[in-house]
Every structure is written in structure tokens, then in C-alpha cells.
Nanobody
Framework: QVQLVESGGGLVQPGGSLRLSCAASGRIFSINVMGWYRQAPGKQRELVATISNGGHTNYEDSVKGRFTISRDNANNTVYLQMNSLKAEDTAVYYC???????????????WGQGTQVTVSS
């Protein structure tokens, strides 16, 4: 069984910072791309940022220059450093991984349970 567990969400004032973490655990053979998505009330889930196992990153335009994605391959963990937060960043943030478990013959997409980020004064 594989799990992705997020932490680090909360309430922050505009202009503030938060750091999200997501740790993958279980019977893992390999992890390819890891990423963060978010879903605001009444909106579709959208990509925030992704990072390959080689460190190549990709960002949604509205977060470029403010958010930084990174990962610790040894500990199967991905991070999202969020700076200069705005009210429009308020959403539930989900961790996602393209992961092959030790009992599977190919990769599958796994999701975390989500963590709430609220930006408000």
C-alpha cells in the first residue's frame, strides 16, 4: 500500500509564506514526477508545480517567482515553498506522484488527501 501524506497548510496573511510537505510511504519501487495541484471552491483542480526525479521543474504562470517546488529523493518527499501569498492562492492543495509500487508493473498516479491553505487578513 502506498500513501501520500501532506502537511504544512494553514491560515496566513497576504504577503506571508507557507511551506507544504508531502511524504510518500509504503511499498515504493520508484517515483517519477511529483507535483502540487490546488482546488479553490467552485473551481476545477489546477496544476501548481511539478518536479521530475532529475529536478526539472514546471510552474503555473500565476505562481512563477513566488512558489518553489523541491524534492528529497532519498526520503520520497516533495515540498512547496510559497512566498508572497495572495488571497487568490486560497485553496485545498493536493500532492500528486507518478509512482510505481513494488507490486506493480507500471506507474500509477497517487494523490494525497489535501491540505487547506487560506490567505486572509
Amino acid at each position: 500500500q502506498v500513501q501520500l501524506v501532506e502537511s504544512g497548510g494553514g491560515l496566513v496573511q497576504p504577503g506571508g509564506s507557507l511551506r507544504l510537505s508531502c511524504a510518500a510511504s509504503g511499498r515504493i519501487f520508484s517515483i517519477n514526477v511529483m507535483g502540487w495541484y490546488r482546488q479553490a471552491p467552485g473551481k476545477q483542480r489546477e496544476l501548481v508545480a511539478t518536479i521530475s526525479n532529475g529536478g526539472h521543474t514546471n510552474y503555473e504562470d500565476s505562481v512563477k517567482g513566488r512558489f518553489t517546488i523541491s524534492r528529497d529523493n532519498a526520503n520520497n518527499t516533495v515540498y512547496l515553498q510559497m512566498n508572497s501569498l495572495k488571497a487568490e492562492d486560497t485553496a485545498v492543495y493536493y500532492c500528486q506522484a507518478d509512482l510505481q509500487s513494488s507490486v506493480a508493473w507500471r506507474t500509477y498516479k497517487y494523490w494525497g488527501q489535501g491540505t487547506q491553505v487560506t490567505v486572509s487578513s
